[in-house]
């Protein structure tokens, strides 16, 4: 069905739809309410805490549009009984047609942050008269250009009735797990009567998603049991030979994992392996004595991650413990004579290890005998990214390695085309970090000590959710923190680290503070995965509920990587019982797996889907709230269709199909 069949979808509106990835009418339904607003309760904007979002009524008395701001914004001002107050509008200047003097219902964001009185943030709105029409529960989704909440409600309403989805589960299995139809639990999402039926219709659609992608997994797993092409000649001697190189013992976990991988090896099927354990595991030192195998047996090894950064840094590490095998490092920021010379070294084998990034898995990138691939932080690449380097050689085996742990049955799902090994322990000498809640009133208390903690050369990560504020004013961006550093500590040396810089200066960066000609660096979370200096002992991030626990844990574990006693303090920017319910879970535990079912309790599961770095969950159940259960489900009976005599080849089909539409979830 196209958009534009709908009543009050014009070509206008369907650009709009359009613009947030919206072209048909199954991905209309699927863009879920991103809140709800309960018409039956109103909050008195007098007793709204700061951040709170609200729906209350009031009486619109004036509307001014400024068109000559460096943002244009629409201001209304406001009063509720006795009580006033402006609402604004950034860059939405068609709010000063739309709003007119008169009674309205506000839902939306109520800063109050100083006690100074309060504004209301961006807001959306309705005549006060609709509150007689428009009862019980009403969603509210994200929006475009000139689309409205009551044009996209009535554009999904049209959908559920004229096209409802339809299952794809065999009716059978429907039956044996008592599922309701998908129909309904749409409309439970889309025009709930009670918070109960959000909860229910969510799962169902959860179950009827992950059904569809565990059985497009269990389709490409299909060859994952090929036959060994390339026989290693290690022995088991060489490899303890090779680990002893090593200044420290390996723990019990990175023993059993080396161990397994060495016997996947010597087997007669390929490696398709992911290793994953908590930040300060010890992956790395594992995944080199995965590469010292193929190394000594006559093959190349190829090691790639997601930031020139972490690549240069892994390759700082082959030459320390594999220093007998050419190697060389390609990025994009190699030069083009740079790039030949190692093309071309790579292709007659002169080079028998490359660490680098994406640059690695271009077409033009060739080997004389690649037998082991290794993906660091494997969360940024995908599978296909995975398979264009595991194909530049015959036969390769294949590592991929996580900091992020992810609860053991969730892995089997998501990373279903892999076996996996775990390291569940950490070595003895790292150091324990300890974590605090920092209200807005102690920051004076922060900068202070980490000025003096300056003084005695102990350096300090300042992390942001963002490069550039937001039209609310309620996220630090790096921009304007390191500007407000430098004025409120100007005894540190500052710098300013972010992902729109050029590689160059982003490696120029890194490298001065690791060379402690920096005290302090704002940045985003560029620096998340791999990045070690022994010398930063402290974490501060901002807007902390704005980021997952798992995220969390593996920016804290940027620090405590040397001797000296490390902190990690946490800024949380709403006072929400909620957010400080989620930040707790962080304080109170080190344990990343732990933290990783808490995650995923408190979040679903996109984010173990999504590609975080981009800022936004790139998932198809992004706002769906919904229990671990509707995966577990969904995987019951994904092995029950492929095991009882269903007809799987239009499941295998309709599951390819569906794969193909998540090709931005799950390959990129």
């Known amino acids: 069905m196209q958009l534009t069949s709908l009543r009050f979808v014009s070509e206008k509106r369907e650009r709009d739809f359009n613009k947030m990835g919206i072209y048909t009418a199954e991905e209309l339904i699927k863009h879920f309410p991103r809140d709800f607003v309960d018409l039956r309760r109103i909050t008195p904007l007098a007793s709204a805490r700061h951040n709170d979002m609200v729906l209350t009524a009031c009486e619109v008395?004036?509307?001014?549009?400024?068109?000559?701001?460096?943002?244009?914004?629409?201001?209304?001002?406001?009063?509720?009984?006795?009580?006033?107050?402006?609402?604004?509008?950034?860059?939405?200047?068609?709010?000063?047609?739309?709003?007119?003097?008169?009674?309205?219902?506000?839902?939306?964001?109520?800063?109050?942050?100083?006690?100074?009185?309060?504004?209301?943030?961006?807001?959306?709105?309705?005549?006060?008269?609709?509150?007689?029409?428009?009862?019980?529960?009403?969603?509210?989704?994200?929006?475009?250009?000139?689309?409205?909440?009551?044009?996209?409600?009535?554009?999904?309403?049209?959908?559920?009735?004229?096209?409802?989805?339809?299952?794809?589960?065999?009716?059978?299995?429907?039956?044996?797990?008592?599922?309701?139809?998908?129909?309904?639990?749409?409309?439970?999402?889309?025009?709930?009567?009670?918070?109960?039926?959000?909860k229910e219709g969510s799962e169902r659609i959860a179950v009827e998603e992950y059904f569809l992608l565990v059985s497009a997994?269990?389709?490409?797993?299909?060859?994952?049991?090929?036959?060994?092409?390339?026989?290693?000649?290690?022995?088991e001697e060489e490899l303890k030979g090779f680990i002893s190189r090593f200044p420290f013992e390996f723990t019990r976990?990175?023993?059993?994992?080396?161990?397994?991988?060495?016997?996947?090896?010597?087997?007669?099927?390929?490696?398709?392996?992911?290793?994953?354990?908590?930040?300060?595991?010890g992956k790395t030192a594992v995944a080199l004595a995965g590469i010292y195998c193929a190394l000594r047996s006559?093959?190349?090894?190829?090691?790639?991650?997601?930031?020139?950064?972490?690549?240069?840094?892994?390759?700082?590490?082959?030459?320390?413990?594999?220093?007998?095998y050419p190697l060389a490092v390609l990025t994009g920021s190699s030069s083009a004579a740079e790039k030949r010379e190692i093309k071309k070294g790579l292709k007659e084998g002169k080079y028998r290890v490359v660490c680098g990034t994406h640059a690695v898995i271009q077409p033009d990138v060739e080997f004389e005998n690649l037998a082991f691939t290794v993906c660091d932080e494997q969360h940024r690449f995908g599978v296909a990214q995975r398979a264009s380097l595991s194909q530049k050689g015959t036969g390769c085996d294949v590592l991929v390695m996580s900091a992020t742990p992810i609860p053991r049955t969730l892995s089997l799902i998501f990373y279903g085309d892999l076996d996996i090994t775990e390291i569940k322990d950490k070595p003895a000498a790292r150091q324990k970090i300890s974590t605090a809640i920092i209200p807005e009133r102690k920051y004076a208390d922060m900068y202070r000590y980490v000025?003096?903690?300056?003084?005695?050369?102990?350096?300090?990560?300042?992390?942001?959710?963002?490069?550039?504020?937001?039209?609310?004013?309620?996220?630090?961006?790096?921009?304007?923190?390191?500007?407000?550093?430098?004025?409120?500590?100007?005894?540190?040396?500052?710098?300013?680290?972010?992902?729109?810089?050029?590689?160059?200066k982003k490696n120029a960066v890194m490298d001065d503070f690791k060379q402690k000609k920096y005290d302090c660096l704002v940045s985003t979370t560029v620096i998340e995965v791999g990045v070690d200096v022994p010398d930063a002992v402290n974490m501060i991030i901002y807007n902390a509920e704005r980021f997952g626990l798992s995220q969390l844990h593996q920016l804290r574990g940027r620090v405590g990587r040397g001797d000296k006693k490390s902190w990690c303090f946490l800024l949380q920017g709403t006072d929400s019982p909620e957010a400080t319910a989620r930040l707790s879970v962080i304080k109170n535990s080190d344990d990343g797996f732990e933290i990783a079912e808490a995650d995923l309790k408190l979040r679903g599961g996109g984010d173990f889907m999504g590609t975080r770095q981009s800022g936004r969950i790139l998932s198809e159940l992004k706002n769906l709230?919904?229990?671990?259960?509707?995966?577990?489900?969904?995987?019951?009976?994904?092995?029950?269709?492929?095991?009882?005599?269903?007809?799987t080849a239009e499941l295998s089909r309709i599951a390819a199909e569906k794969y193909e539409s998540l090709k931005d979830v799950i390959l990129n």
């Open 61 to 198: 008395l004036n509307v001014e549009l400024n068109r000559y701001s460096k943002r244009p914004f629409v201001k209304a001002l406001c009063q509720q009984g006795g009580y006033i107050f402006n609402a604004i509008w950034f860059n939405q200047p068609y709010v000063a047609q739309k709003l007119k003097q008169g009674e309205y219902l506000f839902y939306g964001r109520v800063q109050n942050k100083y006690g100074l009185g309060c504004t209301m943030t961006n807001p959306s709105f309705e005549p006060a008269e609709s509150r007689e029409k428009l009862k019980g529960i009403l969603p509210v989704y994200s929006l475009s250009g000139s689309l409205t909440q009551g044009v996209v409600r009535a554009a999904v309403k049209q959908v559920l009735e004229k096209c409802p989805p339809r299952s794809c589960i065999p009716a059978p299995l429907i039956k044996k797990y008592d599922l309701s139809p998908l129909a309904e639990a749409y409309r439970k999402v889309h025009a709930p009567q009670s918070a109960q039926e959000i």
């Open 451 to 504: 000025a003096e903690r300056a003084r005695l050369g102990e350096q300090t990560y300042f992390v942001c959710p963002k490069i550039e504020g937001d039209d609310e004013g309620t996220v630090m961006s790096v921009t304007e923190l390191y500007e407000e550093l430098t004025q409120k500590i100007p005894s540190c040396r500052i710098a300013l680290l972010h992902g729109k810089m050029p590689d160059k």
């Open 625 to 647: 709230r919904f229990s671990v259960s509707a995966v577990f489900t969904a995987k019951s009976i994904s092995d029950d269709a492929f095991s009882g005599g269903f007809d």
């Open 253 to 281: 976990g990175q023993k059993l994992a080396a161990a397994e991988i060495f016997k996947n090896l010597k087997s007669p099927n390929l490696m398709n392996r992911l290793l994953q354990g908590d930040v300060g595991s």
């Open 298 to 324: 006559g093959y190349q090894a190829a090691m790639i991650a997601p930031t020139e950064v972490l690549a240069r840094q892994n390759a700082e590490l082959i030459k320390k413990y594999l220093p007998e």
């Open 217 to 235: 997994f269990k389709v490409i797993r299909g060859g994952r049991d090929d036959a060994r092409l390339n026989s290693y000649s290690v022995t």
